[in-house]
């Protein structure tokens, strides 16, 4: 890592630094990296302060991450990625660009689908509002997925 970027905190298990991932992945030596655990903005409906990126957008954005991804890792390393879904705006049904993400994941860029998590967190605010908790016709849900090369 560059001596102009200072990490937030090291431990003798190795050093944690804060900032645009993709910038600071590019500074990493290719085939260095054993496991790569994120959780990037959501495609979500509505605009957020971080800067989420529309549904249609989403896939082609989150492929260019996973490529640089791909070339840091090493052969027998990891990428653990949660992906949150979403609704089709207006409608009670699930979008599916999280995977379709996941296909170019595998298809495009090399990886492959290890396993997948789904996570029970009873205490989770309920969302979309309109279809879990007003009108009841769908439960909330999560899910995080590992990749390998």
């Given at each position: 890592?560059?001596?102009?970027?200072?990490?937030a905190?090291?431990?003798?298990?190795?050093?944690?630094?804060?900032?645009?991932?993709?910038?600071?992945?590019?500074?990493?030596?290719?085939?260095?990296?054993?496991?790569?655990?994120?959780?990037?903005?959501f495609a979500?409906?509505?605009k957020?302060?971080y800067?989420?990126?529309?549904?249609?957008?989403?896939?082609?954005?989150?492929?260019e991450?996973?490529?640089?991804?791909?070339?840091?890792?090493?052969?027998?390393?990891?990428?653990?990625?949660?992906?949150?879904?979403?609704?089709?705006?207006?409608?009670?049904?699930?979008?599916?660009?999280?995977?379709?993400?996941?296909?170019?994941?595998?298809?495009?860029?090399?990886?492959?689908?290890?396993?997948?998590?789904?996570?029970?967190?009873?205490?989770?605010?309920?969302?979309?509002?309109?279809?879990?908790?007003?009108?009841?016709?769908?439960?909330?849900?999560w899910?995080?997925?590992?990749?390998?090369?």
């Amino acid at each position: 890592m560059s001596s102009v970027v200072k990490p937030a905190y090291t431990t003798e298990l190795g050093s944690a630094y804060i900032g645009d991932s993709r910038k600071l992945l590019a500074m990493i030596p290719d085939d260095s990296i054993n496991l790569v655990v994120t959780s990037p903005p959501f495609a979500l409906q509505r605009k957020k302060e971080y800067g989420n990126h529309e549904q249609c957008e989403y896939v082609d954005w989150l492929t260019e991450f996973a490529e640089l991804v791909y070339k840091k890792i090493t052969e027998d390393g990891s990428f653990v990625i949660d992906i949150g879904g979403a609704y089709e705006k207006g409608l009670p049904v699930r979008s599916l660009y999280q995977f379709r993400a996941l296909l170019r994941f595998c298809d495009d860029v090399g990886f492959h689908l290890a396993e997948e998590f789904y996570w029970h967190n009873p205490s989770k605010l309920p969302s979309p509002i309109e279809w879990v908790n007003k009108r009841k016709i769908r439960v909330k849900d999560w899910e995080l997925y590992t990749l390998v090369p």
